[in-house]
């Protein structure tokens, strides 16, 4: 039984229909089939629904494989593996394995801000989807931004932090099992990164000033680690309250799109020892800009050596 009414439906973009998922965050868009064969004006029209829904939700594209799914994101830009954990031969694809130590994202956070110029887009392809539980919960940062009281915008505004990969993984997680900590030691901190990004950026294509937080941040710069855990927790709950979000019961070969810029995401971990395995094509970004013109900066990152590793894995697989 369909719910779509009138009210419901985005016909504003071009040819795309899309259905409102929640009241702040969120569109389905119905009837397409996603492929880097797209017409030119089809990845416009997404381009554009994505600044103004912030994530976009897919049914059915059992068509798409590893190869089709890394043909598509690279309609949207440059597209990068992740900087310390492996990808599956012969592809730039982030793979999330609940079976495996590192699979579950199951804090709030943005992609990769522990680098300067984080990533602007990623799109999430749902391999092997559980048969309950394991849906994912996105938040809109901008609205969250709008919503301060203007005293704590003005706070905000003036606000830098650390972000790195070296966070503290189990700060927010009730029990971590050893496999996962061993993973997040041995493969997602191999090489450390930190970045500094203003705590409030301005959108590169909306305008929007949105919050930029998440479980990568480390601390405030300029103030001790107790008066950044406060800031940092104060500010970090008005993203995640629960009108801000929206949450996504996932189906086999669902695919989501997300503004990194604009967003954080939680995967809850509620499925058990069931099988869930997702994989992400990763679209390169640019510095934030804060309100005052300054770019987001680097503080840390590995040896060249390291990076030439990277860089060596990018264009193998480009």
Same mark, same amino acid.
Do not use: C
């Given at each position: ?65 590893? &190869? ?45 801000? /522990?680098?300067?110029? /984080? ?68 493969? /997602? ?40 855990? &406060? ?48 994989? &992400? ?16 900066? $680097? ?17 193998? $697989?480009?």
């Amino acid at each position: 039984m369909s719910h779509d009414t009138s009210s419901s439906i985005d016909t504003s973009i071009g040819d795309l229909r899309i259905r409102r998922v929640a009241g702040h965050i969120g569109g389905e868009v119905q009837d397409i089939k996603l492929g880097g064969d797209l017409p030119a004006h089809v990845i416009e029209q997404l381009n554009n629904a994505l600044v103004k829904h912030k994530v976009l939700f897919f049914r059915g594209q059992k068509h798409l494989d590893d &190869r089709k799914h890394q043909a598509f994101g690279a309609r949207f830009g440059r597209t990068v593996a992740h900087p310390t954990v492996p990808s599956p031969q012969g592809t730039k694809l982030f793979e999330l394995d609940a079976s495996k130590g590192g699979g579950r994202a199951d804090s709030w956070h943005t992609d990769v801000t /522990f680098v300067d110029a /984080f990533p602007k887009i990623s799109i999430l392809r749902g391999v092997t989807i559980p048969a309950y539980g394991g849906d994912t919960v996105w938040a809109n940062t901008a609205v969250a931004y709008q919503r301060l009281p203007a005293h704590l915008k003005q706070l905000a505004d003036s606000l830098w932090a650390i972000h790195g990969n070296d966070y503290d993984y189990g700060a927010d997680r009730v029990q971590v099992e050893e496999e996962r900590l061993r993973h997040h030691r041995n493969v /997602f901190v191999s090489a450390i990164y930190e970045a500094e990004h203003p705590v409030v950026h301005v959108h590169p294509v909306s305008g929007e000033r949105a919050l930029l937080l998440g479980h990568f941040v480390k601390k405030l710069v300029g103030l001790s680690s107790t008066e950044s855990a &406060r800031i940092f927790e104060l500010l970090q709950n008005r993203v995640t309250r629960l009108e801000n979000t929206v949450r996504w019961s996932w189906q086999q070969d669902d695919v989501a799109i997300w503004d990194n810029r604009a967003t954080q995401h939680f995967a809850i971990n509620d499925y058990g020892t069931q099988p869930r395995l997702v994989r &992400r094509v990763t679209v390169h970004g640019e510095p934030a800009v804060a309100l005052d013109g300054q770019r987001s900066r $680097t503080r840390v990152r590995p040896e060249a050596t390291n990076d030439a590793r990277i860089d060596e894995l990018i264009s193998a $697989t480009a």
